[in-house]
T-cell receptor, first 114, second 112 residues
Framework: NAGVTQTPKFRVLKTGQSMTLLCAQD?????MYWYRQDPGMGLRLIHY???????AKGEVPDGYNVSRLKKQNFLLGLESAAPSQTSVYFC?????????????FGAGTRLSVL | RKEVEQDPGPFNVPEGATVAFNCTYS??????FFWYRQDCRKEPKLLMS???SGNEDGRFTAQLNRASQYISLLIRDSKLSDSATYLC?????????????FGKGTKLSVIP
């Protein structure tokens, strides 16, 4: 099983450029999440979705937009990249009603904004 | 007070040692607790859930103290392969029940 797949794995942007990170899951999970991880900061939630067509803000949503047009995909967009958005981005998915509430993560996208 | 606090370490221990990690959380209404493991430059993966009665999985034992809002992870007979960062994770309640809050992690290095 592929699980959670993130593309691209690496990207370098110039300040002001835009890009979209794609997250795809093949586990039929309802919930999907985007996190960023910075040294000394731990994982911080950017946006999340509890179902197709829904999105909600997390802890650090500014500068990012998301869309969940299909259940299996969750897109994270940067409209005008800034150096402060240099980070490792992780997508995760989770099924509903699970006693363990386990989140499954993608391998991450390493983004540098110059 | 930060929502989930952990000692960042690093903990450098010899093979075969026993090591314990601690974590405190601020939201007394939190319902679910977990330990995730993250290898260097990899994604986090669930290590084990933490139950009120305490639970054990091989060399790993997790404990929860709701009164003190304290979670622990004990690793016995450490292996080189245990070297990783261990993340304490708490599931929110109410409006935050869709979300997990991650601690910053405790780094463990097991030395030959």
């Amino acid at each position: 099983n592929a699980g959670v797949t993130q593309t691209p794995k690496f990207r370098v942007l110039k300040t002001g450029q835009s890009m979209t990170l794609l997250c795809a899951q093949d586990m039929n999970h309802e919930y999907m999440y985007w996190y960023r991880q910075d040294p000394g900061m731990g994982l911080r939630l950017i946006h999340y979705s509890v179902g197709e067509g829904t999105t909600a803000k997390g802890e650090v949503p500014d500068g990012y937009n998301v869309s969940r047009l299909k259940k299996q995909n969750f897109l994270l967009g940067l409209e005008s990249a800034a150096p402060s958005q240099t980070s490792v981005y992780f997508c995760a998915s989770q099924r509903t009603g699970a006693a363990k509430n386990i989140q499954y993560f993608g391998a991450g996208t390493r983004l540098s904004v110059l | 007070r930060k929502e989930v606090e952990q000692d960042p370490g690093p903990f450098n221990v010899p093979e075969g040692a026993t090591v314990a990690f601690n974590c405190t959380y601020s939201n007394s209404a939190s319902q679910s607790f977990f330990w995730y493991r993250q290898d260097c430059r990899k994604e986090p993966k669930l290590l084990m859930s933490v139950y009120s009665s305490g639970n054990e999985d091989g060399r790993f034992t997790a404990q929860l103290n709701r009164a003190s809002q304290y979670i622990s992870l004990l690793i016995r007979d450490s292996k080189l392969s245990d070297s990783a960062t261990y993340l304490c994770v708490v599931k929110g309640s109410g409006a935050g029940s869709y979300q997990l809050t991650f601690g910053k992690g405790t780094k463990l290095s097991v030395i030959p």
